[in-house]
């Protein structure tokens, strides 16, 4: 895809989480090889943290069902864990699925998050567990963690690779590696195509099943497995990223408001993947 950027569309939101699309985009070119969708010219790590920094937030009823999916979906890995001690989750949001570990038995959770408004809006349980500022190896020692989680997060770093490596290398022999991204192939955005919510500015990389797994194997994983798994959101949120004109959107969820089904959960695969990886013993 050509670059399609709007500056008069950029705002607060651009780079916060589970936003309405905007559909801008940078240029996006596909790999051969690996089929991974990637930025071929992103702009600079400081600007990206800069602008994940400053963004706002307000997604905490979606953050809170997305931990609840990542919960549901993750439960095979933690059960093939020697141990729930060390945990750390790269793109923590509010900590809202590191409170769910928690409560499943780990007893050191560590999150890195660069949205400062999203710390803000943690609740003080998790805040403890928050550090403000974007991942470098460099702050944990090597073998220290039993479980590593990035929750859609690695396309939005300009190389996947440095993140899948350095988690591997932090990793406990037997630790779990699980992240969560979108699936370009799958039947819901091969449909929508450009006007999908994954096109997106934050994006500087798009998975797909093939792609997701060739980087755990590059990166020295084993027992890789890449699962779709469905999320469950309100009504009001699934429309929110439907590519509808603004007045559409307004006039479904008014009327769905008015007869109380806003709110109504409703699960939907939406083609994102699970990918784990375990760390050789």
């Not at 607060?12 to 090889?33: D, G, Y």
């Not at 998975?207 to 999320?231: C, H, K, M």
């Not at 009327?255 to 013993?281: F, H, P, Q, W, Y």
Request: with cysteine.
């Amino acid at each position: 895809m050509e670059r399609s950027i709007d500056p008069k569309k950029m705002s607060n939101f651009s780079f916060a989480s589970r936003k309405e699309p905007e559909f801008m985009c940078h240029q996006l070119l596909r790999c051969m090889t690996c089929d991974l969708v990637y930025v071929d010219q992103p702009p600079p790590e400081a600007e990206l943290a800069n602008a994940y920094h400053v963004a706002d937030y307000d997604s905490e009823a979606e953050a809170i069902d997305a931990a609840k999916a990542y919960m549901c979906a993750i439960q095979p890995t933690i059960k093939t864990l020697k141990q729930r001690k060390d945990v750390l989750e790269i793109g923590a949001g509010t900590g809202i699925f590191l409170d769910q570990l928690a409560s499943s038995g780990f007893v050191n959770p560590i999150g890195i998050e660069p949205s400062a408004a999203a710390i803000a809006a943690a609740p003080e349980s998790a805040r403890a567990w928050l550090r403000k500022g974007i991942f470098r190896e460099a702050d944990y020692l090597p073998d220290s963690f039993d479980l590593i989680c990035c929750f859609m997060t690695l396309e939005h770093v300009p190389d996947p690779t440095i993140i899948a490596s350095a988690c591997n290398r932090l990793l406990r022999p037997g630790g779990a590696f699980v992240t969560v991204t979108h699936d370009y192939r799958s039947k819901v955005n091969r449909i929508f195509g450009r006007r999908s919510p994954i096109i997106d500015i934050e994006h500087m990389q798009l998975f797909s099943q093939t792609s997701i797994r060739q980087l755990l194997e590059r990166t020295g994983y084993t027992d890789i497995r890449v699962n779709p798994f469905a999320n469950a959101y309100a009504l009001r949120y699934w429309l929110r990223l439907l590519p509808i004109p603004p007045g559409a959107k307004y006039f479904f969820c008014s009327a769905l408001a008015r007869v109380g089904l806003d709110r109504m959960k409703v699960s939907i695969n939406v083609g994102n993947l699970m990918a784990t990886g375990m760390k050789r013993e």
